[in-house]
């Protein structure tokens, strides 16, 4: 696998970035722990992970950087995150995707704050979007 600081994977570097956000306040257009929305902490543990400085929207994740459809994990090669399509194909919201659960920052949350969700619980909390899972090679 592709090691990164501290001979971490970079998968496993991005993992620890998002479990960071657990307990996260949302703040529109944040990126750090102390406040984010949910486009800032995909964007800040895929930046950490990969030592970049990336900030964009979900749709911008979806159309630009996590390009690849997966329907399960497919080994170390890729950063994961699940997207949710409005009726016109745009991506309005993103979760981090650690395998088991995502990691959901979002002011839907119980308190407006980041919180760990399994697949059913994140497909009933956004029934009215489409579920893309979806991979960023590294």
């Known amino acids: 696998s592709i090691l990164g600081r501290c001979g971490m994977s970079i998968q496993q570097r991005y993992f620890e970035e998002l479990r960071k956000f657990e307990g996260a306040p949302y703040v529109w257009g944040g990126s750090s722990p102390s406040g984010s929305d949910c486009s800032g902490s995909v964007c800040s543990a895929v930046s950490r992970s990969l030592g ?57 949350e119980s308190g407006g704050r980041g919180a760990f969700r399994s697949e059913s619980e994140m497909k009933l909390m956004y029934s009215h979007l489409k579920m893309i899972k979806r991979g960023l090679a590294v």
């Open 52 to 108: 970049i400085r990336l900030r964009v929207t979900a749709d911008e994740l979806y159309r630009r950087f996590f390009t690849e459809n997966v329907k399960s994990f497919c080994g170390s090669n890729f950063l994961y995150a699940a997207f949710f399509l409005d009726e016109r194909g745009r991506a309005v919201h993103v979760a981090g995707w650690c395998g088991a659960c995502y990691v959901n920052v979002s002011r839907l």
